[in-house]
């Protein structure tokens, strides 16, 4: 059982940048492969980035390639989600998943491929 718990969201002008948390349990969370994906107002949710478990691979929605840089530190049980040149679109509410994968460099993009999910944390860009 893993358990999620994001943080770092909040209000930001159109051009700004936030740095979501995502803080895990357990005692093998190099072997989980981490995502990110979000979920606007009367839309789906929608992936935005995965990183493998050794931090090796890396994965991003086109609309935030360039803008956004995962990352995680093993050690500390944590991935974390970079977001530059925030654009009023990437207004959501931000979920962190985790699913236990086979080898070091899987990832998954498909969110009902993951298992575990936090509850989300709010991301608001305002012009």
Do not use: H
């Not at 059982?1 to 190099?30: D, I, W």
């Not at 840089?69 to 974390?80: E, M, P």
């Not at 989600?81 to 979920?95: P, R």
């Not at 899987?106 to 999910?117: G, K, Q, V």
């Amino acid at each position: 059982q893993v358990q999620l718990v994001e943080s770092g969201g909040g209000l930001v002008q159109v051009g700004g940048s936030l740095r979501l948390s995502c803080a895990a349990s357990g005692r093998t969370f190099s072997r989980y492969a981490m995502g990110w994906f979000r979920q606007a107002p009367g839309k789906e949710r929608e992936f935005v980035s995965a990183i493998s478990g050794s931090g090796g691979v890396t994965d991003y929605a086109d609309s935030v390639k360039g803008r956004f840089t995962i990352s995680r530190d093993n050690a500390k049980n944590a991935v974390y989600l970079q977001m530059n040149s925030l654009k009023s679109e990437d207004t959501a509410v931000y979920y962190c998943a985790a699913v236990m994968v086979v080898w070091p460099s899987n990832i998954r993009m498909r969110s009902n491929e993951y298992d575990y999910w936090g509850q989300g944390t709010q991301v608001t860009v305002s012009s």
